[in-house]
């Protein structure tokens, strides 16, 4: 069977348009993060800093979707996992869990989790997320991205698609980085070795 030009043109557009589409994550977040940037990736994806080598995170606060002020420089002492979700993204729900159950068993070891909620228009489809899955850590609404492009300076790891996480060290200087959804295993190769370092 042979196709017709028009169809086959058709056919090719849709091949070349899926095969673009990221593969674990929803959706492109910001393309900052340019430049040199002196990071490693391991094989599970995740990408880390030396401890001499990493560089401070930007200006990281605002309102959270209960309406609360937050500010990631407050949590200056501890490891801090920021995640970018959103509620239209389904491997940001497949990860939930996950992060809620990392959430409470890290919290005593001096670990606070902080999701950037992000590229949701509708604040109530946001907070029925965080009360489907009941989460135990705070928000911040950024529904335009403006958080995700200032956080983080040029040449760092930054947060560049839905989902993504990264992790600070207690110095609030970025370490680590995952896109693309977690899982339990996931997270503590990012948060355990950040959480012995003196």
Known sequence: MTLRPVARAVALTAIVTLGSLPLSACGSGTSGGGGQANYVTSKSGISTVPKGERKPVGLIKG?????KHL?????????????????????CRA?????????KEMKTKGVEFVGLNVRDGNKGLSKAFEDEFNMAYPSL??????LLLSGFPKGTLSLQSIPSTVVLDRNEKIASRALGSMDNSKLHKMIDPLVKEK
């Open 141 to 146: 609404y950024d529904p335009t991205g403006k």
């Open 71 to 91: 500010d990631v420089a407050d949590f200056q002492g501890k490891v801090v996992v920021i995640n970018a979700w959103g509620s239209w993204c389904p491997p």
């Open 95 to 103: 990860e939930a869990p996950y992060f809620n159950k990392v959430a």
């Open 63 to 67: 309102e959270t979707l209960q309406g």
